[in-house]
């Protein structure tokens, strides 16, 4: 990724991951045990359902050490399979 997080950002720093996927009662859990592995601590995920209750919004606060940090935690939920989009 070419980003310009760390001219941008003071680290560590506190970032709102918005994660959005395919309605199913695992994603939650997904989203937490991928974040877990880069980023132990406690969650609490705030879920939203689409109007058509096709796709949830999870919304996740992580707070992150570094650039590097940053682009490991969004290449790993993209790679979950019921996601669509990380922002």
Do not use: W
């Not at 877990?36 to 995920?45: E, I, L, R, S, V």
């Not at 707070?63 to 590097?68: H, I, L, N, Q, R």
């Amino acid at each position: 990724m070419n980003t310009k997080f760390d001219e941008l950002l003071d680290f560590p720093t506190v970032l709102n991951f918005k994660v959005m996927g395919i309605a199913c009662d695992e994603l939650p859990d997904l989203v937490v045990g991928e974040l877990q592995k880069h980023t132990p601590g406690d969650y609490a995920p705030k879920v939203k359902p689409s109007s058509k209750g096709n796709y949830h919004s999870i919304s996740v606060v992580v707070t992150v050490t570094s650039k590097a940090h940053i682009e490991t935690i969004y290449k790993t939920l993209n790679a979950i399979e019921q996601v669509r989009y990380v922002l």
